[in-house]
């Protein structure tokens, strides 16, 4: 790094470590000729900690913080569930994000889309999600596709991508992604919400569950859970789950869902963790 950087200094997991604020990075890296993705991991090898990182530690370890930064993900859907995921993993450092969604937001989608606002209306979801998770965060490659996934493309959308993650609508898109996710053999987060409900599971490429474990032979919602709506803090806290739950498996941790079903009722505020 440019010894004439004023670099601060924090104790991080017993250590004394340089922190970097985003300017002096991005300075960095344009002078340097590299992407601010590639810079940042560049600079966490070295144990200079970007400044925006900080609140990461001690929650993991330098190590795991890398690891995030070198990571991908696959983020289908850009509504409720999936503007919650890109936020919180645009926000953690995931280095590169692969947007999918072939609709434009709408005036019902004001209620739960984090990524939607008045003046949002009418414009691409993929494109407005990733510009958002551009201005977020600066040091993540972000791409968007504003088509719809199914069975003749999913599996090229994932070429590359660490982990999918299902923030659909519908079953058929779901099934789709999933197959893609296996034939790839990388892990398939799947959520799901209806009204004050929402579900969670994780299929790792080996396991012997999916979704038909959940589904059964069924492709179509059901149309009584599209009566239910879908108020914005059920896809939150679905969707921040999900993050979550990325966040783990890209970071190097196990997941905590693997094979098992968490389902969470905002009526009574409980949750239920089923084995498969």
């Given at each position: ?12 997991q ?50 795991e913080q ?46 739960r ?65 999933e ?87 905002g009526?009574?505020?409980?949750t ?5």
């Open positions: 790094m440019d010894p004439t950087f004023q670099l601060e200094e924090a104790q991080i017993g250590k004394i470590l340089k922190v970097i604020d985003d300017a002096q990075l991005l300075d960095w890296a344009a002078r340097e000729r590299l992407s601010p993705r590639k810079a940042q991991v560049m600079a966490l090898g070295r144990e200079i900690i970007p400044a925006r990182y900080l609140k990461n530690f001690e929650a993991m370890s330098l190590g890398i690891r995030l930064c070198e990571g991908s993900a696959l983020v289908c859907g850009c509504g409720g569930l999936g503007g919650t995921i890109i936020q919180l993993l645009a926000r953690a450092g995931v280095g590169c994000l692969r947007l999918v969604d072939p609709d434009v937001f709408a005036p019902s989608n004001l209620n889309q984090w990524m939607s606002d008045t003046k949002a209306l009418g414009q691409s979801k993929a494109e407005t999600a990733a510009e958002r998770a551009r201005t977020i965060n600066p040091f993540v490659d972000v791409e968007s596709h504003p088509v719809r996934l199914d069975e003749d493309n999913a599996f090229e959308l994932l070429a590359g991508m660490d982990i999918a993650v299902d923030a659909l609508d519908n079953l058929a898109a779901r099934f789709a992604l197959e893609g996710a296996r034939r790839r053999s990388i892990p398939f987060l799947h959520g799901a919400v209806a009204g004050w409900w929402g579900q969670i599971s994780t299929f790792m490429p080996r396991s012997a569950y999916s979704l038909e474990t959940i589904y059964g032979l069924r492709r179509q919602r059901d149309p009584a859970e599209e009566a239910m709506g879908v108020p914005g803090p059920t896809a939150a806290v679905i969707g921040s789950l999900q993050a979550m739950e990325a966040m783990r498996i890209l970071a190097g941790k196990e997941p905590a869902w693997a094979d098992r079903l968490l389902y969470f009722d009526e009574t505020g409980t239920s963790l089923l084995p498969f």
